[in-house]
T-cell receptor, first 114, second 113 residues
Framework: GNSVTQMEGPVTLSEEAFLTINCTYT??????LFWYVQYPGEGLQLLLK?????DKGSNKGFEATYRKETTSFHLEKGSVQVSDSAVYFC?????????????FGKGTTLSVSS | DAGVIQSPRHEVTEMGQEVTLRCKPI?????LFWYRQTMMRGLELLIY????????DSGMPEDRFSAKMPNASFSTLKIQPSEPRDSAVYFC???????????FGPGTRLTVT
């Protein structure tokens, strides 16, 4: 079956530190992969996505590369800010299945201090 | 362009009362999803619709929960009777091909006392 595994949180960093949040997946075929972010008191927002192997999704300084050989989609940012403090969710959807529900990881809480 | 709209944003009710949560998806989106989020269980998919038809309701906790989508621009999630363990944030999301990414509403925070 399809599943997503994220690193356990919370992740606590100082401002300007390098961020990596690990995400690995299990899926049949070639899924599309997503990172969502949830700020306190808000809904989930799409942060970035990748739809095929070796694609790199990027947005707001965050990047993630679709690695088929390691079935991974790790989220990285070179220099985090206090405003990046949020919960980050990795997710997948099986390709070519219109309207299929996303499969989410459990979320990783990031806390950045100044 | 308006995003997904949910109402109410906050709902406080007493155990045993009926609760109705409402969602308006993004115009043109043909898939709609209802999720529940709690600290203990994280984000759970309750049910989703494609073209107004329920596709998978296996996440609906029990018969007290029901969802409808009478047309492409409106959906409801009803809990009757409500119980304190139903207290959570309920999110609605919508999507459309080809990207399949889901766009979430701001959520309804439900508190059942």
């Amino acid at each position: 079956g399809n599943s997503v595994t994220q690193m356990e949180g919370p992740v606590t960093l100082s401002e300007e530190a390098f961020l990596t949040i690990n995400c690995t997946y299990t899926a049949t075929g070639y899924p599309s992969l997503f990172w969502y972010v949830q700020y306190p008191g808000e809904g989930l927002q799409l942060l970035l996505k990748a739809t095929k192997a070796d694609d790199k999704g990027s947005n707001k300084g965050f990047e993630a590369t679709y690695r088929k050989e390691t079935t991974s989609f790790h989220l990285e940012k070179g220099s985090v800010q206090v405003s990046d403090s949020a919960v980050y969710f990795c997710a997948l959807t099986p390709i070519n299945q219109a309207g299929t529900a996303l499969i989410f990881g459990k979320g990783t809480t990031l806390s950045v201090s100044s | 362009d308006a995003g997904v709209i949910q109402s109410p944003r906050h709902e406080v009710t007493e155990m045993g009362q009926e609760v109705t949560l409402r969602c308006k998806p993004i115009s043109g989106h043909n898939s709609l999803f209802w999720y529940r989020q709690t600290m203990m269980r994280g984000l759970e998919l309750l049910i989703y619709f494609n073209n107004n038809v329920p596709i998978d309701d296996s996440g609906m906790p029990e018969d007290r929960f029901s969802a409808k989508m009478p047309n492409a621009s409106f959906s409801t999630l009803k809990i009757q009777p409500s119980e304190p363990r139903d207290s959570a944030v309920y999110f609605c999301a919508s999507s459309t091909p080809p990207g399949y990414e889901q766009y979430f509403g701001p959520g309804t925070r439900l508190t059942v006392t």
